[in-house]
């Protein structure tokens, strides 16, 4: 049996693009993937992910949002930055793993409506989905 590879999705706040990419690597990848997500500044999971992601399918209501330092010990695979500022301020990881930058629009950043704020969300959710129906293979052509 082939040994899961470990992805930690890094975000800034930890609220919704890295829990994301977590709640659909544990959905869509269960059997290859250990998925983790962290925050820079972790702020809370957003309720705006949790609600897009449920009308997907997918629950991560009961995921919380980390700062890096809880995972200092665990040897990832892979870190994978879905934000600039995550990129930037990046802490290094020991061990063998493999640094990834994957930018995704931060919806909370949207205006107008209710509804035009959550399609930003939704968007969002599936672009980070799109990402994830790749991994682990699209993450070995991948460069940082």
Request: aromatic share 8%.
């Amino acid at each position: 049996m082939k040994e899961k590879i470990k992805i930690l999705f890094l975000c800034t706040g930890n609220s919704y693009r890295s829990q994301m990419a977590e709640g659909w690597a544990r959905h869509l990848k269960s059997d290859s993937i250990d998925a983790y997500s962290a925050g820079i500044r972790p702020i809370g999971v957003s309720s705006r992910a949790a609600k897009a992601m449920a009308e997907a399918g997918v629950d991560i209501s009961g995921q919380r949002s980390k700062h890096f330092d809880e995972f200092a010990g665990i040897d990832f695979d892979y870190v994978v930055t879905l934000c600039d500022n995550a990129r930037d301020k990046c802490p290094l990881f020991p061990g063998k793993g493999k640094y990834i930058h994957r930018s995704f629009e931060d919806p909370a950043m949207a205006v107008g409506s209710k509804e035009d704020i959550m399609a930003a969300f939704r968007k969002t959710r599936d672009d980070i989905r799109a990402l994830v129906e790749t991994l682990p293979e699209g993450l070995h052509m991948a460069t940082g």
